[in-house]
């Protein structure tokens, strides 16, 4: 911190304040943030207040885009009870970066990170956080579908590959992967199947939530197990028949 002394006032202590201020550019128009440091002195309020507004400079600004000096009329950001003494322009950057506080010199920039990987990253995050569910039931809905039509599919090419062949109590057994698939389906039908619970704040339903999805997944795995013990059943069988 420079200090400077003011001869009319010695005794005053004089503070830096580092402020960040929008300002339009009249030479590209476009807009800049000038960062400057203000000397500023705690001033004793007088009854009436400030006759004018002390805290209206007119900075000595450059334009960073085109390079041409201009004059800016600028409100600093300051209480009314301080005087602004003096106020040194450091940098004019050409592009407000949202990200940082304007007007606002207390605090510390941001750390630079890759803006672009890390919005990519987050919205992927919001777009598989909100999809999950919807992911889980479509599948389940399509295997749903899928399980109850191998029953017809399956009774179809036992009766093509010549059902009659077998005999006796071993035809009981060609029942079998239909029963598998119906089961299959019934375990897609419980994974579909609506829930019903009071919320009564986020946390609850975030809890709520995460075991609804946890459950689903469970069912899904009996039901791809079922799924596939029944394909494989039927494969066993069918070859058993044309054999
Ligand atoms: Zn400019």
Redesign the pocket.
Known sequence: MPSISSPNDPGQPEHRLDLRLPVD?P??H?K?IASVAALVVPQPLFFGGPADAPSRWTLGLS????GRAFDADIALPVDEGVQVRRVDVISVDPVPDPALPVGDGNQPPTTATDPSAAAWLTAEFDEWRKSSGLTLRGFAASMLSTSTGAVAVYFAILKYAGLERISGGWRVLTIGPAVLFLASAATWVLALRPGLAWAYDVAEFADYRRRRLVAARRLTDVGLGLFLAAVAFAIAILAAVML
């Open positions: 550019c030479r590209c476009g800049h334009c960073p885009i085109v």
